[in-house]
């Protein structure tokens, strides 16, 4: 199966500008998840999906981070406008729902590397 | 709040011989605890996981064993090897049911633990 695709790869901003990056899940993955890998920590959950509607944003910064996710297929998330501190790997992935209490396993994309300058 | 701490942070190992990471989770309804490998500029990638159901489980030269009752899960790695140099993740997770038609999986990652083999 194909596996989670996302783009840019890379992006170099000036801050106060905005951003936006774009996730294709695998296919029938029902959950979505974004998160914030900043340098030499794990991944920070920003925002999880489930189909199109939100499950868990209680750590997304809601004044500058904004994510949606229509038809319950593709996601992007903005930034507006852009922090120094927001420099980190943008990573995306995806999962099938959970069913009887079975967790499902993550696949990851490559990641979008973010610099604001 | 929930948490997952990871240790040690860095680890060093001369080729051939193992490697331990450990975890403690803080949230006692973890039920799923999966191990991701992440190489440097690369996606993270699972490589092992256990539930909760399980003390134990080995896929050739990695292994995991879980001790609920304390509430942490240890990655070994046996006859380790170059390709072994990584960022490894733990994580602990569980599903919560908000709804009778909502179920969605809450995952919590630990720090990560830098480890370089030395040939």
């Known amino acids: 199966e194909a596996g989670v695709a996302q783009s840019p790869r890379y992006k170099i901003i000036e801050k106060r500008q905005s951003v936006a990056f774009w996730c294709n899940p695998i296919?029938?993955?029902?959950?979505l998840y974004w998160y914030q890998q900043i340098l030499g920590q794990g991944p920070k959950l920003l925002i999880q999906?489930?189909?199109?509607?939100?499950?868990?944003d209680s750590q997304l910064p809601k004044d500058r981070f904004s994510a949606e996710r229509l038809k319950g297929v593709d996601s992007t998330l903005k930034i507006q406008p852009a922090k120094l501190e927001d420099s980190a790997v943008y990573l995306c992935?995806?999962?099938?729902?959970?069913?009887?209490?079975?967790?499902?396993?993550?696949?990851f994309g490559p990641g979008t590397r973010l610099l604001v300058l | 709040g929930e948490n997952v701490e990871q240790h040690p942070s860095t680890l060093s190992v001369q080729e051939g011989d193992s490697a331990v990471i450990k975890c403690t989770y803080s949230d006692s309804a973890s039920n799923y605890f999966p191990w991701y490998k992440q190489e440097l500029g690369k996606r993270p990638q699972l490589i092992i996981d256990i539930r909760s159901n399980v003390g134990e489980k080995k896929d050739q030269r990695i292994a995991v064993t879980l001790n609920k009752t304390a509430k942490h899960f240890s990655l070994h790695i046996t006859e380790t090897q170059p390709e072994d140099s990584a960022v490894y993740f733990c994580a602990a997770s569980h599903t919560l049911l908000p709804s009778m038609k909502t179920s969605y999986d809450k995952v919590i990652f630990g720090p990560g633990t830098s480890l370089s083999v030395i040939p």
């Open positions: 992935a995806s999962s099938r729902t959970p069913l009887r209490g079975v967790q499902e396993t993550q696949y």
């Open positions: 999906f489930q189909n199109n509607g939100v499950v868990d």
């Open positions: 296919s029938g993955h029902a959950t």
